[in-house]
Antibody
């Protein structure tokens, strides 16, 4: 059973870089059938797609975050990562990593991590 | 890339049906049959309920059904049960490997 687990600092200072890692266990990250993505949810608000990465390193970003965003994959560690620079309080949210099963679930996110809360505050 | 529009709330009594709408544009909902729906209980991660407008992942009861007409997709929950009380989000492919989520709907079982 594939599982995803987010990790990273829970508190980031304004103007600094938010860095999170998603560890994939119980399965391979190397497959053309899947993409690996990040979604966030500010407290009390809705979901926002952040971006996705393929196992080969192709990246796709939310246009509103693109200038500050880097998503990468490390297949040797079965991990993928998120870096969001120049953060402000508006970036405070629960950050989820998720698998997008294109070949099986028509570009839907079928497996999610439990989420990790990141607060931007000095 | 604007969020898809959903009603803030919906409700129904046990056994009844409730339908949630999800309105986008021809660049997302209307342009692709890649609409999915997610259920989220408080403090939990979202769970995929419907993909490709109307298909069920394994383990999801067929009380949940999806449809689409033009730029609006819909999720219907039939035979409401207490455990269906949750937030529901739609999502759509928006081209160029980008995605957009809906604003979310809180479903209350009366």
């Amino acid at each position: 059973q594939l599982q995803l687990q987010e990790s990273g600092p829970g508190l980031v200072k304004p103007s600094e870089t938010l860095s999170l890692t998603c560890s994939v266990s119980g399965g391979s990250i190397i497959s053309s059938s899947y993409y690996w993505g990040w979604i966030r949810q500010p407290p009390g608000r809705g979901l926002e797609w952040i971006g996705s990465v393929s196992y080969s390193g192709s990246t796709y970003y939310n246009p509103s975050l693109k200038s500050r965003l880097t998503i990468s994959v490390d297949t040797s560690k079965t991990q993928f990562s998120l870096k969001l620079s120049s953060v402000t309080a508006a970036d405070t949210a629960v950050y989820y990593c998720a698998r997008r099963g294109d070949a099986y679930y028509g570009r839907a996110f079928d497996i999610w991590g439990q989420g990790t809360m990141v607060t931007v505050s000095s | 890339q604007s969020a898809l529009t959903q009603p803030p709330s919906a409700s129904g009594s046990p056994g009844q049906s409730v339908t949630i709408s999800c309105t986008g544009t021809s660049s997302d909902v209307g342009g692709y049959d890649y609409v999915s729906w997610y259920q989220q209980h408080p403090g939990k991660a979202p769970k995929l309920m419907i993909y490709e407008v109307s298909k069920w992942p394994s383990g999801v009861p067929d009380r949940f059904s999806g449809s689409k007409s033009g730029n609006t997709a819909s999720l219907t929950v039939s035979g409401l049960q207490a455990e269906d009380e949750a937030d529901y989000y739609c999502s759509s492919y928006a081209g160029s490997n980008t995605f957009v989520f809906g604003t979310g709907t809180k479903v209350t079982v009366l």
